[in-house]
Antibody, heavy 117, light 106 residues
C-alpha cells in the first residue's frame, strides 16, 4: 500500500526553526516528485514546496521562498521540510503528498505546526 | 500567478445533483484535479485530469473542464458527501488550489 506519514510538528516561537519529516512506503520513492501542502486552521489548502525525484530540482511558493527548504533522502525514502524564520502565519497542518503527473495522492494525515510566543 | 476561483458553499438536497465549479483563465487548457476533504481528515483525490476517477471513487462523482470553468458533479448526493471540495491545477512548476467549496446536503 502506498503511504506517506508526516511527523516533526510542534510549538515554536516566532523566528524559530523546525524540521518536518515525511516517511514514504509502498512505491519507488526516487521516481516521484514529492510535495508539501499546508492548511491553516479553518482555512484552505496552500501549496508550499515540491522536489523532483532526484532531488535536483526544487520549487517553492513565494510565501516561503528563502525561509523553507525542501529536501529528500532517497536511500531512506524520506522527505524533509526545513522551516526557518517562522512566522505566526506559518501556523498550519502540514501535509506531504506524492505527486502523480500533476495531482497529489496519497496525502498523509498531516503534522501540526504552531508558531506562537 | 494563476488563480482558481470556487464558490464558498453549495447546498444540495439529498438524492439530487450538486455541481461545484472552479474558475480560471482558460482553465480548459489545463488538467484539473479535484479533492474531497471531510472534517478532521486529509484530502483525497476524487477526480484527476479533468474527468478520471481513481479506483474506489463512486461513479456518482464526475468532472468536466472547458473554457474558463471546470465542474465537479456529484449525482444522487448522500449525507456522507458533506465535505470541503478543492480544485487544483499545475501551472509552471506551481501547484495551485482553489479556495475550496463547502458542500451541505440538506
Amino acid at each position: 500500500e502506498v503511504q506517506v506519514l508526516e511527523f516533526g510538528g510542534g510549538l515554536v516561537q516566532p523566528g524559530g526553526s523546525l524540521r518536518l519529516s515525511c516517511a514514504a512506503s509502498g512505491f519507488t520513492f526516487s521516481m516521484y516528485t514529492m510535495t508539501w501542502v499546508r492548511q491553516p486552521p479553518g482555512k484552505g489548502l496552500e501549496w508550499v514546496s515540491s522536489i523532483s525525484g532526484s532531488g535536483h530540482s526544487t520549487y517553492d511558493a513565494d510565501s516561503v521562498k528563502g525561509r523553507f527548504t525542501v529536501s529528500r533522502d532517497n536511500s531512506k525514502n524520506m522527505l524533509y521540510l526545513q522551516m526557518n524564520t517562522l512566522r505566526a502565519e506559518d501556523t498550519a497542518l502540514y501535509y506531504c503528498a506524492k505527486e502523480n503527473q500533476g495531482w497529489l495522492d496519497p496525502w498523509g494525515q498531516g503534522t501540526l505546526v504552531t508558531v506562537s510566543s | 500567478s494563476y488563480e482558481l476561483t470556487q464558490s464558498l458553499s453549495v447546498s444540495v438536497a439529498l438524492g439530487q445533483t450538486a455541481r461545484i465549479t472552479c474558475g480560471g483563465n482558460n482553465i480548459g487548457s489545463k488538467n484539473v484535479h479535484w479533492y474531497q476533504q471531510k472534517p478532521g481528515q486529509a484530502p483525497v483525490v476524487l477526480i484527476y485530469r479533468d474527468d478520471n476517477r481513481p479506483s474506489g471513487i463512486p461513479e456518482r462523482f464526475s468532472g468536466s473542464n472547458s473554457g474558463n470553468t471546470a465542474t465537479l458533479t456529484i449525482s444522487r448526493a448522500q449525507a456522507g458527501d458533506e465535505a470541503d471540495y478543492y480544485c487544483q491545477v499545475w501551472d509552471n512548476y506551481t501547484w495551485v488550489f482553489g479556495g475550496g467549496t463547502k458542500l451541505t446536503v440538506l
